[in-house]
């Protein structure tokens, strides 16, 4: 089963360093990707850039309409006014069925930000200590922001990121 994460990333450009990195380590069976996706919000912009990656898998993708309604909750409802907002937040209550309510859209909101950046990962099986290691051995660091992992999986996951649990 696929989970989703997202990563904080000190630098603008951290979490599409470390989509890159995984998606290598995916292609040495070290992680199996269902579907990526970042934002980058660079200092002094009003807003960020979001990307969709590429799923390597096909399994399991959420696709740009996800991806779309999820950055817009996270990012740009803030933006679009309350009467907006009450609209698309009437339409997103399906989320929370995969792990996404308020508190989770809340804490990526409060932490991402100018300067930062955000990468969204849908993953499973990962070798935690060889991914770890190669995240570390490249400079990659991020801060796990929200999961839906278990407790168990979510300290293995930190510790693959090389975040201390």
Request: hydrophobic residues 45%.
């Amino acid at each position: 089963m696929a989970t989703l994460s997202v990563w904080k990333f000190d630098t603008a450009d951290g979490a599409q360093r470390t989509a890159v990195a995984l998606e290598a380590l995916s292609k040495q069976g070290l992680i199996t990707i269902a579907d990526t996706a970042t934002v980058s919000w660079e200092a002094g912009k009003k807003r960020p850039k979001t990307r969709q990656g590429t799923s390597t898998t096909g399994i399991g993708a959420m696709g740009g309409a996800f991806w779309g309604m999820l950055f817009g909750l996270i990012f740009f409802v803030p933006f679009l006014g309350a009467a907006v907002g009450a609209g698309i937040g009437a339409l997103s209550g399906w989320l929370t069925d995969v792990g996404i309510d308020d508190d989770f859209i809340n804490s990526v909101r409060e932490q991402v930000g100018p300067g930062t950046s955000a990468l969204f990962l849908m993953s499973a099986n990962a070798v935690v200590d060889k991914v770890h290691e190669s995240l570390q051995a490249q400079g990659l660091h991020g801060t796990l922001v929200q999961t839906n992992l278990s407790n168990e999986q979510e300290a293995q996951l930190r510790e693959a990121f090389g975040e201390d649990a």
